[in-house]
């Protein structure tokens, strides 16, 4: 398939290993903050969400943790495995908007 | 499959021709989305429109227009081509008006502009 080629931060995991990808974000006033999976050729795919007035959700397998003390936002992948390996996405809901952030490729070794 | 279509996969054009890109969403999807994907800007949102209008506005170009037809599916159109348009554009489609969390995309269009 197509790979999309971006100049991207990349996580090399083994595999069955927990994965941790973060992302900063800018906007105090978003209200929802977002992680997306592309895989090679495909476009974006929701994987979980999570509200401003939590800090932390959780999702089969996937935890997303929000702290707007310092505006991070991360996403935690338990027991990575090899379907995994993609370009993962935070995005922040902003005036209606999906703001996405610039993606992290996971490599996942066997 | 995310149930948004997205015609053609790949477009190769010179500079300065116009073309279309084709996007067909999620059945009973009232909004679609255009975004931008280049090396090095990231997924850039262009557009939003809401059964047939206007909605929101991002980085997109004033070469560059798009609509919403009355059976919902949307084209952007992309005029005067430079090598920097260059990008895969992804549709997206929900189904509120606003931008749902849960924005379902298509497999994109590669322009090459050379």
């Known amino acids: 398939g197509e790979s999309v080629g971006l100049h991207l931060p990349t996580l090399s995991v083994q595999e069955g290993d927990n994965s941790i990808i973060n992302c900063a974000y800018s906007?105090?006033?978003?209200?929802?903050f977002i992680w997306y999976k592309q895989e090679s050729g495909k476009g974006p795919q929701f994987i979980i969400d999570?509200?401003?007035?939590?800090d932390k959700r959780q999702g089969q397998r996937v935890t997303v943790l929000l702290n707007k003390t310092v505006k991070h936002l991360s996403l935690q992948i338990a027991a990575t495995q090899p379907g995994d390996s993609a370009v993962y996405f935070c995005?922040?809901?902003?005036?209606?908007?999906?703001?996405f952030g610039k993606g992290t490729k996971l490599s996942v070794k066997p | 499959d995310s149930g948004v279509t997205q015609t053609p996969k790949h477009l190769i054009t010179a500079t300065g021709q116009r073309v279309t890109l084709r996007c067909s969403p999620r059945?009973?999807?009232?909004?679609v989305y255009w975004y931008q994907q280049s090396l090095d800007q990231g997924l850039q949102f262009l557009i939003q429109?809401?059964?047939?209008?206007?909605?929101a506005k991002g980085n997109i170009l004033e070469r560059f227009s798009a609509q919403q037809f009355p059976d919902l599916h949307s084209e952007l159109n992309l005029s005067s081509l430079e090598l920097g348009d260059s990008a895969l554009y992804f549709c997206?489609?929900?189904?509120?008006?606003?931008?749902?969390?849960?924005?379902?995309f298509g497999q994109g269009t590669r322009l090459t502009v050379v």
């Open positions: 997206a489609s929900s189904v509120r008006t606003s931008t749902d969390t849960e924005a379902f």
């Open positions: 906007n105090s006033a978003s209200d929802y």
């Open positions: 999570i509200r401003s007035n939590m």
């Open positions: 995005a922040e809901r902003s005036l209606g908007n999906l703001i």
């Open positions: 059945s009973g999807d009232l909004s």
């Open positions: 429109y809401y059964n047939g209008e206007e909605r």
